[in-house]
DNA sequence: CGTATTTGACCAGCGC
DNA sequence: GCGCTGGTCAAATACG
């Protein structure tokens, strides 16, 4: 506590205005702590409030001494140290002010923090959702790795679009060996072949991941690393996929079915275990189509004829060859889905036979002991005795074809499956995430369209098949015509 | 004559 | 290492 006195008075008494400066009692003898009180009244020492006017409403000496004097102000005022102010002298009204006046400060300040803490709130949102972005853009780009390597092997099955009938022989599964492209005998066979099919040891770049650059052109370098590193760590898998193969058994008297695709034979050898021969044939619809098949009679049954695909058609295919290449397009998406461990084999056989051919006797063999994985289509109509006749070799399972499932999921539409098995590399499920083949599978199988589309186009080919013996290439010559008598006689 | 087919040779992988 | 086998090549041949 500290007692002031009026110190100097700047103005005279005679009006409401005034200004008053007050000194410290306590310290007199040093310079005097001065603070302008201004229009204010002032506190007598028991905190009466003191009207000034009122008080010395007559002064007109301007002594100090005087003044004090004359006035009598000895002011008490709570000062705790030189920085205090008269304030705590307020009055309990000027205190609650004050109070109302910090309550608003404080009031300000909650709001101002809460505004910060909205913006701070904004700002994790934004992050999430950047994170979230970011975290389905890294998903897309997953599936779409997916989808081109499906999409490819839908495209090696398209070229199968030219189902023939061909009998692969049991022995045939083991095949693959030495087989290796040397160099081109055609100046069309381009590098794309030879890289595809190059089984020296090598891996190269195959069709599929030339089409992959192409179609992720629009990506960042960055992206486009990523991706390739991606592709560096499935090569392994991918040069299996590359091998995958799909035979069609199919009743005909003729050596070659009509496929929509045109063949040129190269070869025809002996083949072990049956007095059959086995012939060679290379697609010529476009330059440097790496797509090969094979063509023999079964030895038990030489009305059956099966033929083997391979390789991925590096051309738009004829109408003719879509029905069949949707139907084996699903057969080499099984094939190739999973690993094939026999508890997926089994389980991607059973689903791909209750998706193809639901309402025939068909049979589908999958196949995994070959060195590539072999799908074989048994459209001879009857339960096929050669197969039944296999030894079981434990990686090899012939599933009858049964009636559907009931459905369990929402089915997609046949269009979207021929679309996405004829034109893989452009169709693809726009709004359903890439789950596995096997949920695609089984939502195909409930579909009761797909089955009739199947068996429509299927019936559509045989009836093809058995009305017209030989296709009729640009400069209307026949082909096949001299395998015709060599392969289904000899 | 151009194109497709035939066919023996060649090569590589695999098993013994 | 050798033989077997599958796959391909390419010169010869056939065909329109």
Redesign the pocket.
Known sequence: MQSYSIDHMNHCFTGVDFSVSLCSGENESSEPKRRVIGEMDFFSEDKKRVNLDHKVPSLSATKKEDLAINTGLHLTVNVSSEQSTLDDGLSPDEEEQERNMEMTAMRVEIGRLNEENKNLRNMLSQANGAYEALHMHLIRLMQQRDLNKLNSLNHDISTVADVTEMVE?P??S?????????????PA?SKNE?VL?D???GRGIGREEIIDRESNAWLPSREQAKLQQSKDADQAHEATMRKARVSVRARSDASIITDGC?????????????PCP?????C?MAAGCPV?K?VQRCADDRTILVT?Y?GSHNHPLPPAAMAMASTTSAAVSMLLSGPMSSSDTLMNSSVFARTMLPSTSTMATISASA?FPTITLDLTQNPNPIQQQRPPNGSHFSLPFSPPPPPTTTPPTPTALFGHALYGHSVKPENSPVTSLADTVSAITADPNFTAALAAAISSFMENKNGNKSSV??????????????IGSS
């Open positions: 022989e022995s045939q083991s095949t693959e060996g030495g087989s290796r492209e040397r160099s081109s005998s055609s066979n030879m099919f089984r020296e040891g045109q063949w040129r034979k190269y070869g025809q050898k002996m083949a072990k275990g049956n086995r012939a060679y044939y290379r010529t090969r094979q083997t391979e060195p290439n640009g400069n209307g010559r026949s082909h096949h015509t001299c395998s015709d008598n060599k």
